[in-house]
């Protein structure tokens, strides 16, 4: 598990970096309403792939490793190439349809986009499921490095627009598919494979509630934060923004686990030890990750007016719960990935629900009483819900048990990096920061020297290549 860890950290991290650069690229050549025509369409495409095709690559990945030959895998990556023609089509009609109602900008773009990035999910999920994770980051890599360099040269050298720019991400995917296609070796795979309408069955069934966790998650999204924009107004929510961006540094970290967490889990699906290894790699998740969230926080608060300025001081106080936020979201995450071992995937849905229900009744509730900080108490204590609700029914189909005294240390640290934000003097910061570090390393002592020895390895095997 550690090598994929090192695989997707050096994947994600490359192309959230070039992504990032694009940024002040965009809002430099594009007016405003341009990029923000631009930044919906590409969420709203997204989603609308996940809707459509009912996030069918995790199924392929999830279904792939239930078998042991090359041959029964195939079986699985035909049956569900097969089951994504009558999805693109319905998808496909549905937009049609869809554009006589509602003006759709760039319509050829927008169709050529969502396609290519359908087969791509797709394709990405079919070379996790041949346990390929050099070629599933490189795609991904290479994908994002077509796009940002064509992007910059039709917006920066041609003064092109938002049409250009999604011909850009649809070349980029094309160019990751190609690589694909290339290296999984998919049509001679589709020549010997069969399509098996169970598995396909299956697979519909199991991610059928994947879709209706991921239409729950989108609409708290906007519910939330259309309710604070109407209540609270523009300013407020931009504080929320700057806050929110430092929590999103947590789920990408959080991401990188649990794709590699993901595989790991399914191969051990049918395990006679399964139980163990799950309960210690979990316990093994939440005391590196749980520490390492109050270190951050109190960084943060060290080097916030430097990073953001002080203009946007009140944004401030909101930077605590929004990571810690982000932790429990992850949790929650690597919990439910459990429910696709055992096949459950029902829960996802039903648990995130009982989530919203909360969320949405404490936002409401507390927006009068405590303002912009509402959204961060709902969304804690949402996914705090989510993530022992899970906890309870995952623990029904097996015998996981969490660390207590973990738990109570994450507990007692968070509480330790909120003082600074109390008491901010340089003293508090530095002393905080010292007796965290502290904790972390005398907890994780274990996974740092073994995580030393194994960059060692890795760099005496790159020194004897070389």
């Not at 940002?148 to 627009?161: E, H, T």
């Not at 502290?438 to 020194?463: E, G, H, P």
Request: charged share 10%; aromatic share 16%; proline share 2%.
């Amino acid at each position: 598990m550690l090598n994929k860890l090192f695989i997707y950290s050096a994947g994600i991290f490359f192309s959230k970096v070039l992504v990032f650069f694009l940024i002040p690229i965009y809002t430099h050549y594009l007016a405003p309403g341009e990029y923000g025509y631009y930044d919906v369409l590409i969420s709203t495409m997204q989603l609308l792939v996940s809707v459509a095709f009912i996030e069918v690559w995790n199924g392929v990945l999830r279904y792939m490793f239930d078998y042991e030959y090359f041959s029964e895998k195939c079986n699985v990556v035909k049956s569900v190439l097969y089951m994504t023609v009558p999805l693109l089509a319905f998808m496909l009609c549905g937009l049609l349809l869809i554009s006589f109602i509602i003006e759709i900008r760039y319509f050829s773009q927008t169709i050529l986009y969502i396609i290519s990035y359908a087969f791509l999910q797709t394709l990405q999920g079919v070379a996790r499921g041949f346990e390929q994770n050099r070629l599933y980051v490189l795609s991904g890599v290479a994908a994002t490095l077509a796009s940002c360099i064509l992007s910059i040269y039709f917006v920066v050298f041609l003064g092109k627009g938002i049409p250009f720019i999604l011909g850009a991400l649809v070349a980029g995917n094309l160019v990751a598919l190609v690589i694909l296609v290339n290296e999984l070796h998919i049509i001679d795979l589709l020549k010997n494979a069969v399509v098996d309408y169970a598995i396909c069955k299956e697979i519909f069934i199991f991610c059928l509630p994947l879709l209706l966790n991921t239409i729950a998650y989108t609409f708290l999204d906007i519910f939330d934060k259309n309710y604070l924009l109407d209540k609270l107004g523009e300013e407020e929510i931009a504080y929320y923004a700057v806050a929110s961006k430092f929590a999103a540094i947590i789920a990408v970290i959080a991401s990188i686990y649990q794709l590699a967490w993901q595989e790991y889990s399914f191969r051990y699906a049918n395990s006679e030890n399964k139980d163990e290894i799950y309960t210690l790699s979990v316990n093994t998740y939440l005391k590196f990750m749980g520490l390492s969230i109050p270190i951050s926080v109190v960084l943060v608060s060290l080097t916030f007016d430097f990073l953001i300025g002080v203009a946007y001081r009140p944004a401030h106080v909101l930077v605590p719960l929004a990571m810690l936020t982000a932790f429990i979201a992850s949790v929650s995450g690597v919990l439910g990935n459990l429910f696709a071992v055992i096949k459950k995937s029902q829960y996802y849905f039903a648990t995130t629900l009982v989530g919203a229900a909360v969320n949405v009744v404490l936002l409401v509730m507390l927006t009068p009483v405590i303002s912009i900080q509402a959204i961060n108490v709902a969304l804690f204590t949402g996914f705090l819900v989510i993530a022992i609700y899970r906890f309870r029914i995952v623990s029904r189909y097996m015998n996981l048990l969490l660390n207590k005294q973990i738990i109570q240390t994450i507990c007692f640290t968070s509480l330790i990096s909120f003082l600074p934000y109390v008491y901010p003097t340089l003293l508090m910061h530095l002393s905080s920061l010292i007796f965290l570090l502290a904790i972390w390393y005398y907890t994780n002592r274990d996974i740092f020297k073994f995580l030393l020895k194994a960059v060692k390895i890795k760099l005496m095997n790159y020194a004897r290549i070389k």
